[in-house]
């Protein structure tokens, strides 16, 4: 007779890494956004402060340190979406260490949820 839990374990697994696996397709589209939106920044502040440089136009040289200023939010933003990608390639593992078909259950919505948040 097959092992119904063992089955059911690894259902429960298999939907879990294919949640999880669709969470981190979206966070690695968004990654690439995230990575376009840095170029175009990186590249507008850049010229602008070459431009201003050169022509000695300091409101030119201003802007472009702004610019360059605000690269931050969207590196702290990569870095969020990179920090949760590796906690949802985690959860799979943990998985496999529920121990009883409850916490696997309770192990699932809460994947579900944390999916759900990011």
């Known amino acids: 007779m097959p092992d119904v839990s063992r089955k059911n374990d690894a259902e429960v697994v298999r939907e ?10 979206k966070n690695r589209r968004q990654e690439w956004i995230v990575v376009g939106v840095l170029l ?18 300091w409101a030119l040289l201003a802007s472009g340190g702004l610019v360059q200023v605000t690269i931050a939010f969207p590196v702290y933003r990569l870095i969020q979406l990179r920090e949760d990608n590796m906690r949802l390639q985690i959860l799979p593992q943990l998985m ?11 192990a699932a919505q809460l994947v579900r949820r944390l999916i759900e948040k990011v």
Do not use: D, M
């Open 16 to 25: 879990v890494t294919a949640c999880i696996e669709a969470a981190i397709a």
């Open 40 to 57: 175009a920044l990186f590249t507008t502040g850049l010229s602008l402060l070459v431009y201003g440089a050169v022509s000695q136009i």
């Open 96 to 106: 496999r260490l529920a121990e009883t078909n409850e916490a696997k259950v309770l």
